[in-house]
């Protein structure tokens, strides 16, 4: 009988150099087990688009994009504006994403997104309802995956938060009923939160943050946790096959929430006075 | 607008006069159709699901196949009469979405190695949506594995706990999913004590998600049960012959 979820044998040899360094506090690119990579955010990267946001972690780049548009609401939300998050796996970002519709990885990424940002009640979609019922701003969110090295979750909401907190969008009026755009004037969307995601990688009884790909191969599970603030969850996918031991998951929340914090610090300091928590 | 609808009553229960940690009825069967190797259907409430095994067989197409163990497929599929407003019957992004979590959640169970290059096929129909439709499937595509004789370290049990008017509820309705602050599916292998299929979709506190796991556990090992007592049914009166 095989033991379950045997790796081939090459990743087992891998398996066990990484359990090993882990063991020991290390990691095989010289990080702390509970270390994220470096993390670099750059805003307004591209001009045509109402908010973007370029974010590396390490060796991942993800780009994100935010553009606006009315629309007719949804007819079971009349009184709230539209959010639509789409993700990519680009074909530049690794011999393994191909061209083509967005496959079931691409799918779970930009549901993830969409959940961290909408569940987390980071844009207040309430406050687009510009004629309730009528007329209702329409955010969407794109984000594509442009180099992938382990972990494109906590890079996608990183960009895709920051996107949507620096946007400026036309600014419109309602003048007798009818919707007016205020030329020459633009306005931040309503963002009140920066939710971020962290995932988190098990080997045996050990915890990792922020695999590198070649970790994210030898791994048992892993799982992306996603904090709207730095108290409130708002979304968690276990994204990858093998079992997740009930012990190992204090650890995980405890040290997730540390690094979604950190994040979003500096989220913060990255895009400095473009955004602030609104005072309520 | 405040909605008029009480969530949880002043005594406690639910809507539908649950206690908070009280699940729905749940009704298994293993071996419900003829044609699959193995099949199974799950009733929790009105939430009805079947689930349909093929294989294990020969990887289509043939790139797929791994060298070193088997591969599952698997369609997570809601008819289109399955829900209040008709469903367009092609897939939707979510039920990709689902068919992936449940065939990670299937494959951290099956000894996948005892069939290299080959494909298990899994497909989860859901007859009818009351909520809990994902991990009332997994419980099914599990127990039709089970009967389909695949060899397995545990079975997959799996339930939807949620946070409702600010308490947390096991084994979430269509009602209390429509209006809930958290939807927590979880799966377990019991026996393992080991996590298979996790998500959350809305806002909890972590001391919440502990709660909520620990709810959850409870509603597992009570499916867990009811899925053995089927297969032990399934196969108690095998070979009998007819009077």
Known sequence: MYRLGEKPYPTQIVQQKLYELISSGRRIDGRAPNQHRPVKVEVDVVQKAEGSAMVSMGGTKVIAGVKFDLGLPYPDTPDKGNLTVNAELLPLASASFEPGPPDERAIELSRFVDRCLRESQALRLDRLALIPGQKVGVVYVDVYVLDYDGNYFAPAVLAATAAIATARVQRHEVRNGVLARVEGEEVPLPVVKLPTAVMMGVLRERVIVDPNALEEAALETSVVMGWGTDDELAAIQKNTPGLLPMEVLEEIVEVSRTIASRLRRTLRESIGDRWSEPKE | ?243
Do not use: W
């Open chain 2, 1 to 243: 607008m405040t909605s008029e609808l009480v969530l949880i009553k002043e005594d406690g229960t639910r809507i539908d006069g649950r206690r908070p940690d009280e699940m729905r009825p749940a009704h298994m069967e293993a071996g419900v159709l003829e044609n699959a190797e193995g099949s199974a259907f799950v009733q929790m409430g009105k939430t009805k699901i079947y689930a349909a095994i093929f294989g294990p067989r020969e990887a289509h197409p043939r790139h797929l196949a791994q060298p070193h163990r088997a591969i599952i497929q698997c369609r997570y599929h809601m008819a289109s009469f399955s829900v209040t407003e008709r469903k367009s019957p092609g897939m939707t992004r979510r039920e990709h979405e689902l068919s992936k979590v449940i065939k990670e959640a299937l494959e951290s169970v099956v000894f996948l190695e005892e069939y290299p290059r080959s494909v298990i096929d899994v497909f989860v129909e859901v007859i009818q949506a009351d909520a809990g439709t994902r991990t009332a499937g997994l419980t099914a595509a599990s127990l039709a594995l089970a009967d389909a004789g695949i060899p397995m370290a545990d079975l997959c049990a799996g339930v939807a706990v949620g946070k409702v008017a600010g308490t947390l509820v096991l084994d979430l309705s269509e009602d209390e999913d429509k209006h809930c602050e958290a939807d927590l599916p979880v799966a377990m292998a019991p026996s393992l004590n080991s996590i298979v299929l996790l998500q959350l979709n809305g806002r909890l506190t972590k001391d919440e998600l502990k709660a909520g796991l620990q709810l959850a556990k409870k509603g597992t090992d009570l499916l867990y049960d009811l899925q053995k007592k089927a297969l032990q049914k399934r196969f108690a009166s095998y070979g009998e012959v007819p009077e």
